[in-house]
């Protein structure tokens, strides 16, 4: 298995500004994801996060808006940058751990709850 | 990956089987079924998997149609704390490993 943990937690920002959500396993994994959830929506994946390499974005998130970096096996970062209130959302990190690639068990922190005001 | 259809959301009485269904009539052959469930304002959680097989695992059973063109999560004895919204994902081996998730079923288990 693999906790994933996240910081921080929740948080309000200003319009206009960035943050970085931290996201950190405590055991080395090969695949890391971000997802953002939407106020009553669905997960919506973002990017997986490489190691050594850039982010893979899904359609629709570019990196100038969410970059992403993963300095080793075990850590992630997520910005979001020049949030605007449409950016107000839980954001989840996941994982793969290294037995379970194939077998389908992906790892979710507990989310950054982001309020941009 | 294979598109998936949920109902929005279900009841179920305390104690009492949950069948939860979903369609994936669009299932290739060497695309599995997962599901996970995602208790509020937690991070998801994995529950169980198959390709063709039933499965059963501590948390529930999945039954999957031969033809796999849909498939029944089972909560053997529903409890209070297993109200969530319970996503049924369709993904191949090879996709890179990556979950596309759907609206899902929010159960809601009354007592």
């Known amino acids: 298995s693999a906790v994933i943990s996240q910081k921080p937690s929740r948080d309000i920002c200003q319009r206009g500004t960035s943050l970085t959500i931290q996201c950190q396993v405590d055991?080395?994994?090969?695949?890391m994801f971000w997802y953002r959830q939407q106020p009553g929506q669905s997960l919506t994946l973002i990017a997986t996060a490489n190691q050594g390499s850039e982010a893979t974005y899904e359609s629709g998130f570019v990196i100038d808006k969410f970059p992403i970096s993963r300095p080793n096996l075990t850590f992630s970062t997520l910005t979001v940058s020049n949030m605007s209130p449409e950016d107000s959302s839980i954001y989840l990190c996941s994982a793969h751990g290294t037995g379970t690639p194939n077998t389908g068990e992906l790892f979710f922190g507990e989310g950054s709850r982001l309020t941009v005001l | 990956d294979a598109k998936t259809t949920q109902p929005t959301s279900m009841d179920c009485a305390e104690g009492r089987a949950a069948n939860l269904p979903c369609n994936h009539s669009?299932?290739?052959?060497?695309?599995?079924v997962y599901w996970y469930r995602q208790i509020h304002s937690q991070g998801p959680q994995y529950i169980i998997h198959g390709l063709k097989n039933n499965e059963t695992n501590e948390m529930a059973s999945l039954i999957i149609t031969e033809d796999r063109k849909s498939s029944t999560l089972i909560l053997p004895h529903a409890t209070l704390r297993d109200t969530a919204v319970y996503y049924c994902i369709v993904r191949a081996l090879y996709n890179f490993n990556k979950f596309y998730f759907g609206s899902g079923t929010k159960l809601n288990v009354k007592p």
């Open positions: 669009t299932i290739s052959g060497n695309e599995y």
């Open positions: 055991s080395q994994v090969t695949m």
